[in-house]
C-alpha cells in the first residue's frame, strides 16, 4: 500500500519530468545535464551577463519558494457554508500563495478567467510577507489563529527603503502559481495603479509572456477631481490582460448597447431595414480605385487627394444596383456606403477606456455595498460589480461552466458580479474566492458591526448578494448557483513525527493514531482530494458499514474508509460500491492504522486487486 504524499504538488518535479519528456538525452543519472540542454538550445541561449532582464532583491528566492510544495490542507466548513450539497462554488479563506499551492494539482489548466485586484502598495495598504521557513505556521499566527494574540498587520511604508521589493516578492510568486492554474484559452486580468503599475507589467511580461499581452484598460474610478492633491487628481485605475496563450483566446466582444443601435436609420425606408453610412473612400491610393461616379443629381465626384475608393468601378456598379450606396436625400451628396444593422456583427470591440458611465466609479460601488449592508461602510474600496462583470462578458462563456477565480477576493466583489451574470444569461459560470482573513480594525464601521475580518464580510456579501439577484430576477433563476463552500487553510491533518528519543515509547503511542487531535474524518477526507488533485466541489456520498464510514467521492472514483478497525465486510461494500457505479477506476484509501491484523490487511489488499481495484493508499 502505497503512502499519499502530505505534500502539494511538486512544481519542481513536474518540470524536470516535462524537459525529459522533450530531451531523453539530457537525462543524467535521474538529474538533468545542464551542458547537453545548452548545447541543445543551440544560439538560443542567452550567456551575455549584460542581458534583458528585470530583476529585484529576493527574486531567486521568490522563486524557489513558488515551487516548494506545501505543507498545509485546506479544511472544509459546513456551518459558514451556504448549499454545500450543491453548489460548485469555492470560497478559501487562506493566504493566497499557500492556497494556489494547495489547487494546483486540482485545477491545474482548469481555470477560464482570473482576475485580481492586489494591495496597490500606496503605503496605506498592507502587503503580505511570507515566512519561507514555516508559511503555514507564519499565516496562522500573523491571523490570530494560534494564540490570539494577534500581531498588527505592517503597512508596506516606503519608508521602509524596501518598497517595491517587498512588493515583487510578495506578487511573483503568486502570479506564477496563478499561470499554471490558467486553460489554454484562459485569461489574466490584473486591477493596479501608478505605484506599481510599470513593475507589474515587467513581470508579467516575464510570466505571461510580452506576446500574451492583451491590453492595458483605463478604469474612469472617480467622477470629480480632489482639490487638495498638488499636480493631478488621478481618475483613473489600470487592468491589465494578458492570456495563457494569445493564439487560444476569443473576444466575445461586447453586446450592442441600445445607444449603439439607435445611430441606425432608415431614411430612404429601404426593406433591409435600418442602416447607418461610411465612408467610401480609402488610403492610400491604388490607381485603378481613382475615377469619377456621378451622382444621381448629374454631378462627377473624385475621391479627394491622396484617397481613392474603397471598390472598383465594376463592384461599385453592383452595388449602386443593389441600392447600397447613398448620394443623400437629395441625391447629390458625395457617396457613402450603406451598412445594415442586420448585417453587422451583433457584438462591438471593446475599447481600452472604459468610462465610469458604463461600468460604474468607486464611490458608486462603496455606496452599493453600503445599501447591501444595512446602511453600514463594511469596506473601503470595493471594485464596481459592472467592472468585473464586464470582463467576463468579454472572455467566459455562459455554457461552459468556466471557472473564475479570484484571489485576492477582498469583499467577494467578483464573486457577486459572477453571479449577477450568470442570471442574467442563464449562464452556470463557477467562482472561486481566495481571502486572508485579515482582521478589520478596531474602529472601523465593519468590526462594530461585528464583521472581526474580511473574509466574515466577504461570506457574507456573497450571502446577501445572492439573495438580492434571486429576489430581483424571478425568470430563469431556479438553476442560479447562490451557494457556496468554505474552506480554511491550516496546518496538514497528519502528524509530522519528530519523537522526542527521551520519551519514544509516548511518541509511539502517539504515531499510531497519526491524525492531529481535534480534525475530523471530513478534514482528512479534503486532505485526501485536495493531494489527489480532485475538484473540491464532486459529490460526497457517505454510508456506514458495521459503524465504519465510507466515502463514495465522485460515483466510486475515490473511496475512503478512515475508520481504525478496518473489517472485510467494508472491503466488500467498496467493491460493491464499484460494481454497481462503474467508474473509469476507483482508487482508494484508508488509514494507515486502519487494520489492526497484518492477515486482515493482506486479505483485503488481495480482495481489492482480484476485483479490478489497482491503486490503494494509505495516509
Ligand atoms: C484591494 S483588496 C481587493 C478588493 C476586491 N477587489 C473587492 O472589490 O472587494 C485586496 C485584498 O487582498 C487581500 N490580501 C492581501 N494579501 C493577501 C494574501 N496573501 N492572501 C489572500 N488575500 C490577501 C487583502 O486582505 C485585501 O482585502
Not at 247 to 275: F, H, M, V
Not at 373 to 378: C, L, Q
Not at 543 to 555: A, G, L, T, V, Y
Request: proline fraction near 3%.
Amino acid at each position: 500500500m502505497q503512502k499519499i504524499s502530505k505534500k502539494s504538488m511538486d512544481l519542481v518535479t513536474e518540470n524536470v519530468a516535462k524537459l525529459k519528456e522533450l530531451f531523453p538525452e539530457i537525462n543524467c543519472e535521474g538529474k538533468i545535464d545542464l551542458e547537453k540542454l545548452k548545447i541543445i538550445l543551440g544560439d538560443e541561449i542567452e550567456e551575455n551577463d549584460e542581458k534583458y532582464n528585470f530583476t529585484w532583491n529576493g527574486k531567486k528566492k521568490a522563486l524557489r519558494y513558488a515551487q516548494v510544495p506545501s505543507k498545509g490542507t485546506l479544511r472544509p466548513c459546513k456551518e459558514e457554508s451556504v448549499d454545500w450539497d450543491n453548489t460548485k462554488n469555492l470560497y478559501i479563506e487562506g493566504d493566497n500563495l499557500e492556497v494556489l499551492k494547495l489547487l494546483q494539482k486540482s485545477y491545474f489548466g482548469k481555470v477560464k478567467m482570473i482576475y485580481i485586484d492586489p494591495p496597490y502598495n500606496t503605503g496605506n495598504d498592507f502587503v503580505y510577507n511570507d515566512d519561507y521557513k514555516d508559511n503555514i505556521k507564519n499565516y496562522l499566527d500573523k491571523t490570530n489563529q494560534i494564540d490570539g494574540n494577534g500581531k498588527k498587520y505592517g503597512t508596506n511604508s516606503e519608508a521602509s527603503g524596501r518598497y517595491h521589493t517587498d512588493w515583487l516578492n510578495m506578487m511573483y510568486p503568486r502570479l506564477r502559481l496563478a499561470k499554471n492554474l490558467l486553460r489554454d484559452d484562459g485569461v489574466i486580468f490584473i486591477s493596479i495603479d501608478d505605484n506599481e503599475g510599470a513593475n507589474l507589467k515587467k513581470i508579467c511580461d516575464e510570466v505571461y509572456g510580452e506576446e500574451n499581452f492583451i491590453a492595458q484598460v483605463i478604469w474612469e474610478r472617480a467622477y470629480s477631481p480632489v482639490n487638495l492633491k498638488k499636480h493631478f487628481s488621478e481618475n483613473h485605475d489600470y487592468m491589465i490582460c494578458y492570456a495563457k496563450h494569445i493564439d487560444n483566446l476569443i473576444c466575445n466582444g461586447l453586446k450592442r448597447s441600445n445607444e449603439a443601435n439607435s445611430r441606425y436609420q432608415n431614411p430612404d425606408d429601404d426593406s433591409r431595414g435600418t442602416w447607418m453610412s461610411s465612408d467610401l473612400s480609402v488610403g492610400p491610393v491604388i490607381e485603378e480605385k481613382v475615377y469619377e461616379i456621378l451622382t444621381p443629381s448629374g454631378r462627377k465626384v473624385l475621391p479627394p487627394n491622396g484617397y481613392c475608393w474603397r471598390y472598383t468601378k465594376e463592384k461599385l456598379d453592383v452595388m449602386i444596383k443593389d441600392n447600397r450606396i447613398w448620394f443623400g436625400e437629395t441625391g447629390n451628396n458625395v457617396p457613402r456606403i450603406k451598412r445594415f444593422l442586420s448585417e453587422v456583427k451583433d457584438s462591438v470591440t471593446p475599447m481600452t477606456i472604459w468610462k465610469y458611465s458604463e461600468v460604474g466609479h468607486s464611490q458608486d460601488a462603496k455606496q452599493k455595498l453600503k445599501e447591501l449592508f444595512d446602511n453600514k461602510a463594511v469596506f473601503d474600496y470595493p471594485k464596481s460589480v459592472l467592472l468585473i462583470k464586464r470582463i467576463m462578458e468579454l472572455y467566459t462563456d455562459k455554457d461552459k461552466k468556466d471557472i473564475v477565480v479570484d484571489f485576492f477576493a477582498g469583499v467577494s466583489t467578483t464573486a457577486h458580479a459572477v453571479m449577477q451574470l450568470n442570471a442574467e444569461d442563464s449562464g452556470n459560470r463557477k467562482l472561486i474566492m481566495v481571502q486572508l482573513p485579515e482582521p478589520t480594525d478596531e474602529k472601523s464601521e465593519a468590526f462594530k458591526s461585528g464583521y472581526k475580518n474580511i473574509c466574515e464580510i466577504g461570506k457574507e456579501r456573497i450571502r446577501r448578494a445572492g439573495k438580492k439577484i434571486k429576489d430581483e430576477n424571478q425568470e430563469n433563476i431556479d438553476k442560479l448557483d447562490i451557494g457556496f463552500k468554505v474552506f480554511k487553510l491550516d496546518s496538514s491533518n497528519i502528524k509530522e513525527w519528530n519523537p522526542d528519543y527521551n520519551k519514544l515509547d509516548i511518541a509511539l503511542a502517539d504515531i499510531l493514531d497519526n491524525f492531529v487531535d481535534g480534525r475530523t474524518e471530513e478534514d482528512v477526507l479534503y486532505e485526501i482530494i485536495v493531494k489527489y488533485g480532485l475538484d473540491l466541489t464532486l459529490p460526497v456520498e457517505t454510508c456506514f458499514i458495521s459503524e465504519k464510514k465510507i466515502f463514495n467521492i465522485d460515483r466510486g472514483a475515490l473511496i475512503a474508509c478512515l475508520d481504525k478497525q478496518i473489517t472485510i465486510d467494508v472491503i466488500e461494500e467498496i467493491i460493491k460500491i464499484k460494481d454497481k457505479l462503474k467508474p473509469e477506476e476507483t482508487r482508494v484509501v484508508f488509514k494507515d492504522i486502519g487494520f489492526k491484523k497484518d492477515d486482515i490487511k493482506i486479505n483485503a489488499i488481495h480482495l481489492l486487486k482480484k476485483n479490478n481495484i489497482k491503486e490503494i493508499m494509505s495516509i
